[in-house]
Structure formats: structure tokens, C-alpha cells
């Protein structure tokens, strides 16, 4: 394989600067940029640290490498010196074959399998509500995170640990079991989450009733919270079904059920899939075990009252009880027999918890418990750590008045998108079937673009309106531009056969060309540090030099044959990188719209 133009420039730097300065230069220390674009050039080194050798000003020095590079390197066509920075402009026939022999073929932006296998556990839902805005969130951060790092050569183990057990499940099953009348997902027409979650909410408002007639009655709100029938009567079921009682037990396979049927769906409308659902009915007696290793090992002390604890302090974190002092698990036990169990069954090199920031002190706590029991497995966990989602104020309706329902706002996304897409006349020629289709594509690509493109640390606002404009930095406006490529390539009749080889290139394809050759760079970056929005942001820097591009040079009546059938080529590997790019966030692009 030739070496890229950035490892050729490293390699002939070194050899200046021995050539010039009779001194050895470590490649780590040179650094290439992309040009600025207010000045003439496409790669920029940056000379600061050579002038140590040359003992010359950055300026004489900038000068006398530019000149021994472009006598080495062929395709450097000439060069500037702004300060300390060597600006060199790169040959039409670099920028040809970099097009022809690099970004065109099927392999471009391929990566070989590396041989590693990582899990990324995501969506992690309670089975006792549906959905809501801050799941998907979630779901789309570990979907493309996954998609990422298997593009970029890991063997992937999609996972959900679904919480599906513990007294606020079962509030829902008492509270249906109390006010329910036999309803069901059929009887009620509602999906079977959104079933759920009414008793869910159900239960809270009787409770809150009771707290109020116990606070009435002269009890604190303390006292009145534990003393609430309901409440009472929930943990009651919690012990039934700790004790396997099979009336209690029966009920919760049939609640869960309508809601993993919910979810499902819910699934599928996110376009989301799992390789692995690990559920805490079966893990949350896990962990027992490794408290006891811990013990042997003095990782973990008792206290008197016979509670297990660790002091983490040391790690600048506090003392945490790990078993309760009648044997009990808290939530931390399970979790570290359920990372054993992981571990034990994948033996992954990595594992990746895609989980809100709220719980960035727990999973510092994990791993530094992991760690200090030997589990040299965990020096490769990662807390894929994310920050909240917030809607502008009365943008969203929300059924129970808290959060935002996933399927509710999936559903107003697929309408806004039918709205704007009709509003602009750009469904001529659709059959309904297709307009129901282009709708949920756009819907769903400017809902998974507009959360995708943020960073996943920080917190964001969504707009569900600004998302779908058709000329901003949205998921339809990279849409729009796949769709206008492929009409123009459709109206060529182009096949791909043939390489053309034109004369010379403008500045804009020159552009075009620079970043798309960009791709395996950005997939890379992507893929290290678990961030879609790196990818996600780079898909609208084509989009855009795209429709630059194609704004200021003629394709179609392009006069010079080789000329148009260059043309073709580029806009041939726009689409290409731009529908995998997309693919790789979970959106789908659109063949016309």
C-alpha cells in the first residue's frame, strides 16, 4: 500500500532537518494540520518545534524545509510561510489519483478485523414504565457506539441488562392487580408498557392519597410514607416473589410480558437491536460470592453489626457498604456478579456501560472495586458517561406529566417531518406507501442526527422543529443532499466502470476530495473515544462542501468528458461515505426526495 501524503511529509520532515540541521528530530514531535482556510494550502507543519535545531527563526526555517520538501515530494506544487507555519499546496494529479486510487475503491474506509472482542451495554430499561426521551438518548448512543467499533475492526456484543424485579415493579403489578379489572394490552387497545406504566402512576397517586389521610390523622410524613397500606401490601409482594410464591410470580411473567412485547416495538421503531439481554431477576443474587473473595482477600471489612463494607478513600472516594448486615444484596453487589458474569461468559476485552451521568460516582466505585480485587478485566471497563436531554418548555406533550414517552415523541417527530417535507413540495411523484416511508425516514433521521451530533458528555436541548430544517445542521438536510446525489447519478447513467482522469480540478473538488479522504481518520476517532458526534459532525462538512460543489461547478453538461465522468466519480464516493456514515449513527438516507 502507498503511504498516505501525512506519513510521506513525517518521514521527509525527519529527513530534513538531518539533511539541514545535522540533528534527529523524533517524528512524534512534528505535527501536519489541515490548512486554514484563509490561507493558500492543504496541509500545514507546524515548524515551532524544528527551530530548536535549525537555531533560525521560524520563518527561515518554514522556508528552507518547504524547499527541500518540494524536492523530494513531487506532488507538492508550492508553498508559504505564515510565522511558524509551512502551508504547502498539493498537485491536481495528488488530488486525482487520491480520488481514483484511494477513496474509490470498495476498501476505502475499511478496517481489518482486530482480533477483540467489546461489549457496550445499553437501553438498561425498568420493566415497570415505557420509554422516555433520556432512554433514547441512551439507546442511540450505544447502538452507533456499537456500530462504530464494529466498522472499525472489534467483535461486538450488544447487551441490555434490563431491571425487571424490586418493589417498583412491583407497585405496578399491586396497583393492577387492585384497579385493573383484568385489563389488558388487547382489552385497552395500549401497548403493553404504556399499560404498565399507567398502574405505575396509578400506584404513586393512591400512595400519595394515603400519605395525606396518615398526615391528617397526626403522623409525620416520615411515618405516614412507611405506614401506608399500599406501600406496606408492595413490599409484602417483593417478599412473595423473593420466596418464589408462583400467584405473585404467575402475575409478574404476564406484566413483563406486555411489556417486553412494548418495548419490542419500541425497538424497532428506534432501530435498535441486542446480541445479549441479561435480566436482574437472574443476576441479583450475584455478587455474594465475590464478597466473600473479598473478604479472604481484606479487600472488604465487617462492622459490627455484621455489614460488609470497602474503604475507598484511598481513591478518593468514600467508604461503601457492599452487603447489608442480614445478608442482603444492595445494588452494587449485583452489579459486581453481574460484571463477573459478563466477563466470565465473553471474556471481552472491553466493556462499555452506556449509562447517564447521574451515575458517574456508582461506576467509579465499580471499577474501583473490580480493580482492587484483581479482575485485571477491568482496567477495560468504561463508563460511557451522558448528559441529560431537555425540550423547550411546552414543545411536548408528556402522558404522565414527568417525562417525555419515546413513542409519543418518535411519533410527533414522523408528523413534524410529514408536515415540513409537504410544506416544501418535495414528495412529487410518491406513491402513499412512499410518503408514509420518507416521512419515518426523515422523522427518524432528524430526531437520531439532532442527539447524536452533541457530545455525548454534555447536556442538550432539543428542538424538535429546528431538527428537521431541511437547511441546517441536520440529519434532513445530510438526507436531502444523499438524495440530490443520487438523482444526479441516476440521471447520468452512471455505472462506476470506468476511471476518469480530467486535466486539472477546481478548488471545490479539490476540497471535497481533501475531506473525504478524511473518512477513515474520522471512523477512528470515533471509534476511540466512543463518540458518534465526532462522525456525526464530519457527515455534515460533506454534505455541505457537497452541495458547494455542486452549486459552483456543472456536472451533467459538464462539456470535457473526463471532465463529467470525474465529476460523477466524486459525487458517486460522497454518497457512498455519506450513506455509511449515516448507517453507522442508525439513520437511513433516502434513494430520492
Same mark, same amino acid.
Given at each position: 500500500?502507498?503511504?498516505?501524503?501525512?506519513?510521506?511529509?513525517?518521514?521527509?520532515?525527519?529527513?530534513?532537518?538531518?539533511?539541514?540541521?545535522?540533528?534527529?528530530?523524533?517524528?512524534?514531535?512534528?505535527? #501536519?494540520?489541515?490548512?486554514?482556510?484563509?490561507?493558500?494550502?492543504?496541509?500545514?507543519?507546524?515548524?515551532?518545534?524544528?527551530?530548536?535545531?535549525?537555531? *533560525?527563526?521560524?520563518?527561515?526555517?518554514?522556508?528552507?524545509?518547504?524547499?527541500?520538501?518540494?524536492?523530494?515530494?513531487?506532488?507538492?506544487? +508550492?508553498?508559504?510561510?505564515?510565522?511558524?507555519?509551512?502551508?504547502?499546496?498539493?498537485? &491536481?494529479?495528488?488530488?486525482?489519483?487520491?480520488?481514483?486510487?484511494?477513496?474509490?475503491?470498495?476498501?476505502?474506509?475499511?478496517?481489518?478485523?482486530?482480533? *477483540?472482542?467489546?461489549?457496550?451495554?445499553?437501553?438498561?430499561?425498568?420493566?415497570?414504565?415505557?420509554?422516555?426521551?433520556?432512554?433514547?438518548?441512551?439507546?442511540?448512543?450505544?447502538?452507533?457506539?456499537?456500530?462504530?467499533?464494529?466498522?472499525?475492526?472489534?467483535?461486538?456484543?450488544?447487551?441490555?441488562?434490563?431491571?425487571?424485579?424490586?418493589?417498583?415493579?412491583?407497585?405496578?403489578?399491586?396497583?393492577?392487580?387492585?384497579?385493573?379489572?383484568?385489563?389488558?394490552?388487547?382489552? +385497552?387497545?395500549?401497548?403493553?408498557?404504556? #399499560?404498565?406504566?399507567?398502574?405505575?402512576?396509578?400506584?404513586?397517586?393512591?400512595?400519595?392519597?394515603?400519605?395525606?389521610?396518615?398526615?391528617? +390523622?397526626?403522623?409525620?410524613?416520615?411515618?405516614?410514607?412507611?405506614?401506608?397500606?399500599?406501600?406496606?401490601?408492595?413490599?409484602?409482594? #417483593?417478599?412473595? %416473589?423473593?420466596?418464589?410464591?408462583?400467584?405473585?410470580?404467575?402475575?409478574?411473567? !404476564? !406484566?413483563?410480558? %406486555?411489556?417486553?412485547?412494548?418495548?419490542?416495538?419500541?425497538?424497532?421503531?428506534?432501530?435498535?437491536?441486542?446480541?445479549?439481554?441479561?435480566?436482574?431477576?437472574?443476576?441479583?443474587?450475584?455478587?455474594?460470592?465475590?464478597i466473600q473473595e473479598g473478604l479472604q482477600k481484606n479487600v472488604f471489612?465487617?462492622?459490627?453489626?455484621?455489614?460488609?463494607?470497602?474503604?475507598?478513600?484511598?481513591?478518593?472516594?468514600?467508604?461503601?457498604?457492599?452487603?447489608?448486615? &442480614?445478608?442482603?444484596?444492595? /445494588?452494587?453487589?449485583?452489579?459486581?456478579?453481574?460484571?463477573?458474569?459478563?466477563?466470565?461468559?465473553?471474556?471481552?476485552n472491553e466493556f462499555i456501560y452506556v449509562v447517564g451521568n447521574e451515575?458517574?460516582?456508582?461506576?467509579?466505585?465499580?471499577?474501583?472495586?473490580?480493580?482492587? #480485587?484483581?479482575?485485571? %478485566?477491568?482496567?477495560?471497563?468504561?463508563?460511557?458517561?451522558?448528559? !441529560?436531554?431537555?425540550?423547550?418548555?411546552?414543545? !411536548?406533550?408528556?402522558?404522565?406529566?414527568?417525562?417525555? &414517552?419515546?413513542?409519543?415523541?418518535?411519533?410527533?417527530?414522523?408528523?413534524?417531518?410529514?408536515?415540513?417535507?409537504?410544506?416544501?413540495?418535495?414528495?412529487?411523484?410518491?406513491?402513499?406507501?412512499?410518503?408514509?416511508?420518507?416521512?419515518?425516514?426523515?422523522?427518524?433521521?432528524?430526531?437520531?442526527?439532532?442527539?447524536?451530533?452533541?457530545?455525548? *458528555?454534555?447536556?442538550?436541548?432539543?428542538?424538535?422543529?429546528?431538527?428537521?430544517?431541511?437547511?441546517?445542521?441536520?440529519?434532513?438536510?445530510?438526507?436531502?443532499?444523499?438524495?440530490?446525489?443520487?438523482?444526479?447519478?441516476?440521471?447520468?447513467?452512471?455505472?462506476?466502470?470506468?476511471?476518469?482522469?480530467?486535466?486539472?480540478?477546481?478548488?471545490?473538488?479539490?476540497?471535497?476530495?481533501?475531506?473525504?479522504?478524511? /473518512?477513515?481518520?474520522?471512523?477512528?476517532?470515533?471509534?476511540?473515544?466512543?463518540?458518534?458526534?465526532?462522525?456525526?459532525?464530519?457527515?455534515?462538512?460533506?454534505? *455541505?462542501?457537497?452541495?458547494?460543489?455542486?452549486?459552483?461547478?456543472?456536472?451533467?453538461?459538464?462539456?470535457?468528458? &473526463?471532465?463529467?465522468?470525474?465529476?460523477?466519480?466524486?459525487?458517486?464516493?460522497?454518497?457512498?461515505?455519506?450513506?455509511?456514515?449515516?448507517?453507522?449513527?442508525?439513520?437511513?438516507?433516502?434513494?430520492?426526495?
Amino acid at each position: 500500500m502507498a503511504k498516505s501524503i501525512q506519513s510521506l511529509l513525517i518521514e521527509k520532515t525527519v529527513e530534513a532537518v538531518k539533511a539541514l540541521y545535522s540533528s534527529e528530530i523524533p517524528e512524534s514531535q512534528l505535527s #501536519l494540520q489541515e490548512t486554514r482556510k484563509e490561507f493558500e494550502g492543504q496541509i500545514t507543519l507546524v515548524v515551532f518545534p524544528i527551530t530548536r535545531f535549525s537555531k *533560525k527563526s521560524p520563518e527561515v526555517t518554514a522556508t528552507e524545509l518547504g524547499s527541500y520538501l518540494q524536492e523530494q515530494i513531487p506532488s507538492i506544487q +508550492s508553498f508559504n510561510v505564515i510565522k511558524g507555519f509551512l502551508n504547502l499546496s498539493l498537485s &491536481d494529479d495528488y488530488w486525482i489519483d487520491l480520488l481514483n486510487q484511494t477513496i474509490l475503491p470498495d476498501t476505502f474506509g475499511q478496517f481489518p478485523a482486530n482480533g *477483540k472482542t467489546l461489549m457496550v451495554e445499553y437501553s438498561s430499561p425498568n420493566t415497570n414504565k415505557p420509554l422516555h426521551l433520556g432512554h433514547i438518548r441512551n439507546n442511540l448512543l450505544g447502538y452507533s457506539v456499537a456500530e462504530i467499533l464494529k466498522a472499525y475492526g472489534y467483535d461486538v456484543v450488544k447487551a441490555n441488562l434490563v431491571n425487571d424485579r424490586g418493589i417498583h415493579i412491583c407497585k405496578s403489578m399491586l396497583a393492577w392487580q387492585k384497579y385493573g379489572e383484568g385489563e389488558t394490552p388487547s382489552s +385497552s387497545g395500549l401497548k403493553g408498557d404504556h #399499560l404498565v406504566g399507567k398502574y405505575y402512576v396509578i400506584f404513586d397517586k393512591e400512595y400519595k392519597k394515603q400519605i395525606e389521610e396518615l398526615k391528617e +390523622s397526626g403522623q409525620s410524613e416520615e411515618e405516614a410514607k412507611k405506614n401506608a397500606s399500599l406501600i406496606k401490601e408492595a413490599q409484602e409482594m #417483593l417478599q412473595k %416473589w423473593e420466596s418464589n410464591d408462583q400467584e405473585v410470580i404467575t402475575l409478574w411473567k !404476564m !406484566m413483563n410480558s %406486555w411489556v417486553y412485547d412494548g418495548f419490542e416495538k419500541t425497538y424497532k421503531q428506534l432501530g435498535v437491536d441486542f446480541d445479549k439481554f441479561y435480566y436482574e431477576s437472574n443476576t441479583y443474587l450475584l455478587g455474594k460470592d465475590i464478597i466473600q473473595e473479598g473478604l479472604q482477600k481484606n479487600v472488604f471489612f465487617k462492622k459490627a453489626d455484621n455489614s460488609v463494607w470497602i474503604d475507598l478513600t484511598d481513591e478518593g472516594l468514600d467508604e461503601k457498604l457492599v452487603l447489608r448486615g &442480614d445478608g442482603t444484596s444492595v /445494588y452494587i453487589t449485583q452489579d459486581l456478579g453481574t460484571a463477573q458474569l459478563k466477563y466470565d461468559e465473553f471474556h471481552a476485552n472491553e466493556f462499555i456501560y452506556v449509562v447517564g451521568n447521574e451515575q458517574d460516582y456508582h461506576f467509579k466505585v465499580l471499577f474501583a472495586i473490580l480493580k482492587k #480485587l484483581g479482575k485485571e %478485566w477491568a482496567y477495560g471497563s468504561t463508563h460511557l458517561s451522558y448528559g !441529560m436531554v431537555d425540550l423547550p418548555s411546552g414543545k !411536548m406533550k408528556s402522558r404522565e406529566g414527568t417525562v417525555v &414517552d419515546a413513542d409519543d415523541l418518535m411519533a410527533e417527530m414522523v408528523d413534524t417531518a410529514r408536515a415540513r417535507t409537504e410544506e416544501l413540495g418535495k414528495t412529487e411523484g410518491f406513491t402513499e406507501d412512499e410518503k408514509s416511508i420518507l416521512y419515518n425516514t426523515i422523522g427518524m433521521g432528524a430526531l437520531k442526527y439532532f442527539l447524536l451530533k452533541v457530545d455525548p *458528555k454534555k447536556r442538550l436541548l432539543f428542538d424538535p422543529n429546528e431538527s428537521v430544517d431541511f437547511q441546517g445542521h441536520t440529519g434532513p438536510f445530510i438526507q436531502y443532499t444523499h438524495a440530490r446525489i443520487k438523482s444526479v447519478l441516476r440521471k447520468a447513467k452512471y455505472d462506476g466502470t470506468s476511471i476518469k482522469v480530467p486535466s486539472s480540478i477546481s478548488s471545490f473538488e479539490r476540497d471535497l476530495v481533501q475531506c473525504l479522504s478524511n /473518512y477513515p481518520a474520522i471512523l477512528e476517532a470515533s471509534a476511540m473515544e466512543f463518540s458518534p458526534a465526532q462522525l456525526a459532525n464530519y457527515i455534515y462538512d460533506v454534505a *455541505k462542501l457537497y452541495n458547494k460543489f455542486y452549486h459552483e461547478e456543472t456536472i451533467l453538461k459538464a462539456e470535457d468528458e &473526463d471532465v463529467k465522468g470525474f465529476r460523477l466519480q466524486l459525487s458517486a464516493s460522497a454518497s457512498k461515505i455519506i450513506a455509511e456514515s449515516m448507517r453507522l449513527l442508525g439513520i437511513q438516507v433516502p434513494e430520492q426526495m
